[in-house]
């Protein structure tokens, strides 16, 4: 009796085994639940965000001139290979000789637009020097050249003669000058000369010197008037028309434009003049 029911208990155990592998390996399977479903993305990788600049590149720099006077300022402007994204590109700006040019440290190209411009402030120089001027933005770098001169030279003065006033010489009795004061002091640039000349009808006569303030040098004396016209002022009295001329220049050489005046100059009864 006991050995028959240790023989059933056994062919129970084995069937209960065999009947678990089958379902297992074999059959359709359940449908799993909701929770154990995995997770499945569909449609293309997302591409950049709003706004990115991707793709957006640095193309150039250039100025308004390449070369300048002291103290002007030239117009830089930066250039992108497309439209700025929503709230702009910063391009840094640099100059490699601040002594020379100096320019913003950066410089914004707004939303939409392609290009920027900004200001190069120059120095005021004795003698021409040069600077580079930079742009950087995304790793890549772009540059131009800027020359900076001395300031331009130009030539400004007065003709005053204490007895006629403005515009006006009178020949000196016992001398080759006349009382008139040559004023230069209001000439522009580095200037290491005035260039005085002047006129009646002949040849030309003049100097040169180191002085803003002179007076004419009528060395020809009574030659000066031959041949010269003259007209009554506006008290009647009779002059001679003289041209005064004067160029300014620097000590490398540089001159300024001629710069003339009509003046008029009276011989005060002198070289046989009856006024």
């Known amino acids: 009796m006991r050995r028959a029911s240790r023989l059933g208990l056994w062919f129970l155990f084995t069937t209960s085994f065999v009947i678990s592998v089958t379902s297992c390996g074999g059959g359709t399977p359940s449908s799993p639940s909701p929770a154990s479903e995995p997770l499945t993305l569909s449609g293309p990788a997302p591409g950049p965000g709003p706004g990115s600049p ?28 497309a439209a700025a994204p ?4 910063t391009i840094a700006l640099a100059s490699s000789n601040t002594s020379v040019a100096q320019v913003p440290s950066s410089v914004t190209v707004a939303a939409g637009a392609s290009s920027a411009n900004f200001i190069v402030n120059t120095s005021t120089l004795a003698i021409s020097s040069s600077t580079t001027i930079t742009a950087s933005y995304g790793g890549t770098t772009r540059s131009t050249s800027l020359t900076v001169l001395p300031p331009a030279l130009a030539a400004i003065y007065t003709v005053t ?18 009382d008139c004061v040559l004023d230069a002091g209001a000439s522009r640039g580095f200037i290491d000369r005035w260039n005085w000349t002047y006129w009646a009808a002949g040849s030309p006569i003049g100097f040169t010197t ?19 016209r003259g007209g009554d002022d506006s008290s009647g009295n009779r002059y001679i028309q003289m041209t005064i001329e004067l ?10 434009s001629p710069v003339r005046r009509a003046v008029r100059l009276y011989p005060n009864r002198l070289c046989g003049f009856t006024y």
Do not use: H, M, W, Y
Not at 54 to 78: M, W
Not at 86 to 89: C, K, L, N, S
Not at 162 to 170: E, L, N, R
């Open 247 to 256: 160029v300014v220049s620097d000590r490398v050489g540089n001159r300024s």
């Open 54 to 81: 991707s793709g957006l590149a640095l193309s150039g720099v250039s100025l308004s001139q390449s070369s300048v006077n002291s103290q002007e300022q030239p117009q830089g402007t930066v250039s992108l290979t």
């Open 161 to 178: 003669s204490p007895q006629k006033g403005a515009d006006a010489c009178v020949f000196g009795r016992d001398t080759d000058q006349a």
């Open 86 to 89: 929503g709230g702009g590109v």
């Open 210 to 228: 180191a002085e803003t303030r002179s007076t004419p040098r009528i060395d020809t004396k009574c030659a000066f008037f031959e041949g010269a």
